[in-house]
């Protein structure tokens, strides 16, 4: 959305850095709401897009932004919470994200402060804890195997050309620290017969290495 507080932070840092933005809105996408945040609308508009569900000129109704939010959970490949309490709308979006099979992550917050206790719960029942950034890219890098910006500094690297999918895919799965292979075979998402396979040629690639104790880890290839 276009909100006040986290959503125009998270909106004016991706324009701050070059990024691509939406904005999805709970009226019409000809509709400024809230009206303070009119600069923001036209930022959004020239660097990314305004989405809305809803025709030009429907107003800012308060049953559609919770009833929008699973516009927001199917675009996005992850959600992050970063404060909610216990009856934010960020947590129905957390909701259709999870049911949408989407990783959802929390940013930790003091414990019993009203603002934070919705992210705390989400936290208790298993989503990613956000307490560091570059921690952070790199797992949501690898898991949507993209590179991460900054390259290998941020843990990183873009793939190497010529793999196969599944080499691919592995080579996504594996560290940089040692990892065991049943491991690699989770965060890839590729059977084991086929991970064994592919690790063995990325091996031999010389893409990762293998330690004494059979675990794997990505080489850092210039």
Not at 60 to 77: E, S, V
């Amino acid at each position: 959305g276009l909100a006040l507080g986290v959503d125009a932070a998270a909106h004016e840092g991706a324009v701050e850095v070059g990024g691509l933005t939406v904005g999805v809105l709970g009226c019409g996408i000809d509709v400024v709401y809230p009206r303070r945040n009119r600069a923001l609308f036209e930022s959004v508009r020239r660097h990314g897009a305004l989405v809305s569900e809803y025709a030009l000129g429907e107003a800012p109704l308060a049953w559609r932004f919770p009833a929008r939010n699973r516009i927001i959970a199917g675009l996005a490949g992850t959600v992050v919470v970063v404060e909610a309490p216990e009856h934010s709308g960020a947590l129905i979006t957390a909701r259709h994200a999870l049911d949408a099979g989407r990783d959802v992550w929390a940013v930790p917050g003091p414990p019993g402060v009203r603002e934070c206790r919705g992210s705390n719960g989400l936290l208790s029942d298993g989503a990613g804890v956000l307490w560091d950034i570059p921690e952070f890219v790199d797992a949501v890098a690898r898991e949507h195997r993209v590179p991460a910006a900054g390259g290998a500094s941020a843990g990183v690297q873009p793939l190497p050309s010529g793999l196969e999918d599944t080499e691919a895919a592995v080579l996504c799965g594996v560290g940089f620290e040692p990892m065991g292979v049943d491991a690699v075979a989770k965060r890839s998402g590729v059977e084991m017969p086929g991970v064994l396979t592919a690790l063995a040629l990325l091996e031999l690639k010389g893409f990762v290495r293998r330690d004494g104790v059979g675990s794997y880890a990505r080489r850092a290839v210039p």
